[in-house]
């Protein structure tokens, strides 16, 4: 057996031994507010709930091992003492890992998710209406676990409002398991579908994905692709040049037998097609070839 002090080994190393070793994780979807009124949304692993009377949830934004750096989750929960945490299905789930990209203050990761800000009941931070059960929150307290690379911040929240898509609930009113369709976080990029067993998300790009926002309507509206589709079209840096599309068509002859239908449903089921099979780029050419 593998024996270590943890005093011993870097900081990066503790933390992918950690992430590997306790799993899975529940996702805490945190909808914040700046002191400007700026939305942020942000996802948070170390999560779990603690008490039903009261009812207490706690998620911990640590600091960035790198740099020492925060979330701006971190300050908002602070500085607002309000949050709304939004529970994470498979539905969302790229979505979700778009919005973790790490964009500049200000900037509203609702739109670049492709979310649905909603507004809350009680507190200021807005829900996101794709989740299936949304919290709304009173901040208690923040506990500062340490000053260093890695420490955690642990944001005790009261819930003060509850809200549930009752597409989820079963006949007696109560949240059915296999509805909800619930993902948490394990090591790595891997992830788990409850009943369903483990997947791969692959991180956001070091570099800024162009966001949900960006995607052409005809795109964005699309009746066949996704929110999910959606999410991993805008985990792209750039979009492909039409030197690069003809290239593409040139060397895929389904691709450019799809275009030639002019049907919109195909082509969107073919770029969907290359989405599932992690080929992001390949379904971009294919979309902005009908252009």
Request: aromatic share 8%; with cysteine.
């Amino acid at each position: 057996m593998l024996s270590i002090d943890p005093s011993e080994i870097s900081t990066g190393k503790r933390h992918q031994y950690l992430l590997g070793a306790v799993g899975p994780r529940p996702i805490a979807f945190a909808s914040t507010l700046d002191e400007e009124g700026r939305p942020n949304l942000s996802p948070f692993s170390f999560f779990n709930v603690f008490s039903a009377n009261p009812p207490i949830l706690v998620f911990s934004p640590a600091r960035r091992g790198r740099d020492n750096t925060v979330k701006h989750t971190f300050l908002n929960a602070k500085a607002t003492k309000e949050v709304v945490i939004n529970i994470v299905n498979y539905n969302i789930v790229q979505q979700m890992s778009l919005s973790s990209t790490e964009y500049e203050e200000g900037v509203n990761e609702f739109e670049k998710a492709g979310l649905t800000m909603l507004k809350s009941d009680v507190v200021k931070p807005f829900r996101v209406a794709e989740s299936p059960v949304q919290f709304e929150c009173k901040i208690n307290e923040v506990v500062e676990l340490g000053q260093e690379g890695g420490a955690g911040n642990l944001v005790i929240c009261e819930v003060v409002r509850m809200h549930f898509d009752e597409a989820i609930l079963d006949d007696t009113g109560f949240i059915d398991q296999h509805k909800i369709d619930l993902v948490a976080r394990m090591g790595g990029n891997w992830y788990t579908r409850a009943n369903m067993g483990m997947f791969e998300v692959p991180k956001p790009l070091a570099s800024l994905g162009i966001g949900v926002d960006s995607i052409p309507e005809e795109i964005r509206t699309s009746k066949v692709l996704t929110g999910n589709d959606l999410g991993k079209l805008g985990n792209v840096e750039e979009l492909p040049s039409q030197e690069e599309i003809q290239l593409f068509l040139k060397e895929e002859a389904a691709a450019l037998e799809t275009i030639k239908s002019n049907s919109l449903e195909k082509i969107h089921l073919k770029a969907q097609l290359y989405l599932q099979n992690d080929e992001p780029a390949k379904a971009w050419k294919l979309l902005l070839a009908n252009k």
